[in-house]
């Protein structure tokens, strides 16, 4: 590509100075030769495209081993274009204030003439330039946005299949009987109901019924207190979000084979997760360093609609459109995310110890994370009724992925001698006068992205699954572990209805 002409020319208070051409334009490189195909972007996010340059060959890694169609070459030209073309946009405007300057003075009528005719000239040659930029910067963001999060170091690179355990807590129980699944356990029981489900509602839901429902509550709060006793702030979510908040936490509502439910003739959608509604808490806002982490639990209704799920992995109450999920969400500083990562995938081993189930614990490889992810942990637990492991629950860290895009922001603490003139400074003023956003005025210097991490403290459906079919007696019935038997009156075992004994 040729480097763009250099831009250094001035408008002189001359006629001679005047009758001189414009800058003339960069030429355009093969990438940006095919940027009006673009559509402005829904939203632009302050990605950091200079490291993306600057580290070219890391990024393109990156997207190999997380089998990304993403373009970092692409996006690398595109930069470069960008900013040639904003440098030649910032010079032309330069360029026609000082022509306008000039215009200002006494002038003989040609030497007015010649100004006016330049100023045009300049003029048509800026929103040439700027529409040309305009391209440019939505090509750059479309093609920006697509890339995912980095890798942590420690992610096995591969597919689902090279996921390493990490943990292994409990053994599989041995029955003395015929093992039955969830499904026809809890239809045995009375407290489930797929085929009313399906008359009213199609496949993939179901009804709770009697202790099943009584189960989903206590489950509910159960985790809620358990997760509360840690720190968290209790918080109860819509379950509609705004599309773009949906997109902004990696979620893709507009493709084909979306797994979000759009309300029509709107622009909201019904969350998967409370991870959704709990990020945009903090949308658009600046923290200081003093307020993190912020550690946040909700309890929601999700709503999948499971696009290309079918087969025996997905049978009765494993993948359905609509559940209750507890779920965590923390807003930290880079460096506190991975030790709260770490804290995150701990308090979920300790609720599904309580419980009493064989689990194990999986970091899950490269393949497998969603763009948004630099981390993923798994937590798989033993069914024996469906003959395998299945996943219960997962914990994300997502470093600025997601804060890069909701804009979410902290300004650090001052540091040493900084810190010492900002206490030097309150004190003169006599109270310290607050920002904008709440904060004290400080010289703490630039705001930085806050990371964001989350986690599935339950997910009401699989837990059912598990406790059903890990803990039914010869007779039908199921014991009730024991941490949750406060929650439900007592109860200690799940029995068959008189009629069917």
């Known amino acids: 590509m040729r480097a763009a002409l250099p831009l250094t020319r001035r408008a002189a208070a001359t006629a001679a100075s005047a009758t001189e051409a414009p800058p003339a334009a960069a030429e355009s490189s093969p990438a940006s030769s095919g940027v009006a195909a673009y559509s402005a972007p829904a939203y632009k996010v302050n990605l950091d495209f200079k490291f993306i340059r600057d580290n070219l060959q890391l990024v ?6 997380r089998d990304s169609a993403a373009d970092p070459a692409l996006v690398a030209q595109l930069y470069d274009d960008y900013v040639k073309l904003k440098s030649e946009s910032d010079n032309l405007r330069s360029s026609r204030n000082e022509n306008s300057s000039a215009m200002k003075g006494k002038l003989e009528a040609d030497a007015r003439a010649a100004l006016i005719a330049k100023g045009q000239q300049l003029k048509q040659q800026l929103e040439e330039v700027e529409a040309k930029l305009l391209q440019v910067e939505n090509a750059l963001q479309v093609e920006g946005q697509r890339i995912p999060n980095l890798t942590h170091p420690d992610v096995p690179i591969g597919e689902e299949d090279n996921a390493a355990v990490l943990s292994l807590v409990g053994e599989q129980r041995a029955f003395d009987f015929p093992v039955r699944d969830h499904v026809s356990l809890g239809e045995a029981l009375g407290i489930l109901d797929f085929e009313t489900a399906a008359e009213v509602s199609g496949s993939k839901f179901y009804y709770l019924k009697g ?10 709060n159960w985790a809620l207190g358990r997760v509360a006793a840690k720190g968290f702030n209790v918080l109860s979510t819509p379950d509609l979000v705004r599309v773009d908040v949906l997109e902004k936490c990696g979620f893709q509502p507009r493709m084909e084979n979306t797994q979000v439910y759009s ?9 998967g997760t409370a991870e959704v509604p709990l990020a945009g808490v903090y949308m658009d806002k600046v923290l200081s ?7 946040m639990v909700a309890y929601g209704r999700c709503f999948r609609t499971e696009a290309g799920a079918s087969g025996a992995a997905g049978k009765g109450l494993y993948r359905v459109h609509q559940f209750t999920k507890v779920e965590m969400f923390v807003l930290a500083t880079p460096e506190q995310s991975d030790a709260l990562h770490q804290e995150l995938i701990g308090i979920e081993q300790e609720l599904f110890t309580e419980l009493g189930l064989h689990f194990k ?15 993923k942990f798994d937590v798989e637990a033993w069914m024996p009724g469906l003959g395998r492991y299945g996943e219960i629950s997962s914990a994300s860290n997502c470093t600025d992925y997601q804060a890069r895009r909701l804009n979410i922001r902290y300004r650090p603490a001052a540091k040493g001698a900084a810190a ?5 400074a309150a004190a003169a003023a006599g109270s310290g006068k607050k ?7 400080s010289s703490g210097g630039a705001t930085a992205y806050v990371h964001t991490l989350n986690a599935t403290a339950c ?19 199921v014991v009730v572990p024991e941490v949750l038997r406060p929650y439900l009156g007592g109860m200690e075992v799940i029995r068959p209805p008189p009629s069917s004994q």
């Open 435 to 441: 920002g904008k956003k709440g904060g004290s005025k």
């Open 459 to 477: 997910a009401v459906p699989r837990m059912i699954v598990a406790i059903l079919e890990n803990f039914q007696q010869a007779d039908g019935s």
């Open 289 to 295: 360093e003093k307020e993190l982490p912020i550690k």
């Open 211 to 220: 202790a099943a429902t009584l189960l989903e509550l206590a489950l509910v």
């Open 263 to 271: 309300v029509k003739d709107s622009n909201l959608c019904l969350t």
């Open 420 to 424: 010492e003139q900002d206490a030097a």
């Open 60 to 65: 393109s890694d990156n997207c190999k081993i």
């Open 361 to 375: 614990v999986l970091d899950m490889p490269s393949g497998d994370l969603g763009a948004p992810a630099y981390r």
